[in-house]
């Protein structure tokens, strides 16, 4: 069983950065996949960004809508996976979601753990 927190959301003006955090419980965080994702009003919950780690390497996977904007990361010491997002435009608005999954995956059917969710919105 995994539970995760994340922390960091909140409003910012567009071309701002915030950080998103996600704590995550247990002792073999670093055997699972990590991703975030974000659900729009009335939209799907689609994939972010994906990190995963195996054999000392760190693989990461963007979503094209993000990539050269959105950094995600991990610190297997801490138990968390940070999401540093730059260069924010009013469609990145959403609630974004931590998940787990153990499998090596971005699909959103293979993470089996979530956290509460963490609101972020851009203002134009």
């Known amino acids: 069983q995994v539970q995760l927190v994340e922390s960091g959301g909140g409003l910012v003006q567009a071309g701002g950065s915030l950080r998103l955090s996600c704590a995550a419980s247990?002792?073999?965080?670093?055997?699972?996949?990590m991703g975030w994702f974000r659900q729009a009003p009335g939209k799907e919950r689609d994939v972010v960004a994906a990190?995963?780690?195996?054999?000392?390497?760190?693989?990461?996977y963007y979503a094209d809508s993000v990539k050269g904007r959105f950094t995600i990361s991990r610190d297997n010491a801490k138990n968390t996976v940070y999401l540093q997002m730059n260069s924010l435009t009013p469609d990145d608005t959403a609630v974004y979601y931590c998940?787990?999954?153990?499998?090596?995956?971005?699909?959103?059917?293979?993470?089996?753990?979530w956290g509460q969710g963490t609101q972020v919105t851009v203002s134009s």
């Open positions: 998940a787990a999954s153990q499998r090596d995956s971005r699909r959103r059917g293979d993470f089996a753990y």
């Open positions: 247990g002792r073999t965080f670093s055997s699972y996949a």
């Open positions: 990190i995963s780690w195996r054999g000392g390497n760190t693989y990461t």
